[in-house]
Nanobody, 124 residues
Framework: QVSLVESGGGLVQAGDSLRLSCAASGRAFSNYCMGWFRQAPGKEREFVAAIGRNSNSEYYADFVKGRFTISRDNAKNTVDLQMNSLKPEDTAVYYC?????????????????WGRGTQVTVSS
């Protein structure tokens, strides 16, 4: 497993941008598919985006396509989520997660490392 710590959440207005960062500790970071999930109040946690080990592939949930971009820096052990054109429905706790598999991992249960989350609140 890798230890993950998110940062960058906050309160913004609709249409604004926000960049979330996730710092990982552990030498295995480059062996992990990294993903972002979110959980809104009263709802189940859902997949947002994922990036492959060598940044060679990315995948996004339909509701963020064209607005969010995931990226990683294996030299710095970080994975970021750039969020543009934010909407009130993007309000949630955002979690960084790692899955020790190649390719793009979509299923939550395949991720074995999780951060504690960072709150994103988008006001209308």
């Amino acid at each position: 497993q890798v230890s993950l710590v998110e940062s960058g959440g906050g309160l913004v207005q609709a249409g604004d941008s926000l960049r979330l960062s996730c710092a990982a500790s552990g030498r295995a970071f480059s062996n992990y598919c990294m993903g972002w999930f979110r959980q809104a109040p009263g709802k189940e946690r859902e997949f947002v985006a994922a990036i492959g080990r060598n940044s060679n592939s990315e995948y996004y949930a339909d509701f963020v396509k064209g607005r969010f971009t995931i990226s990683r820096d294996n030299a710095k052990n970080t994975v970021d989520l750039q969020m543009n054109s934010l909407k009130p429905e993007d309000t949630a706790v955002y979690y960084c997660a790692g899955a020790p598999w190649s390719g793009i991992i979509l299923r939550e249960y395949e991720y074995d490392s999780w951060g504690r989350g960072t709150q994103v609140t988008v006001s209308s």
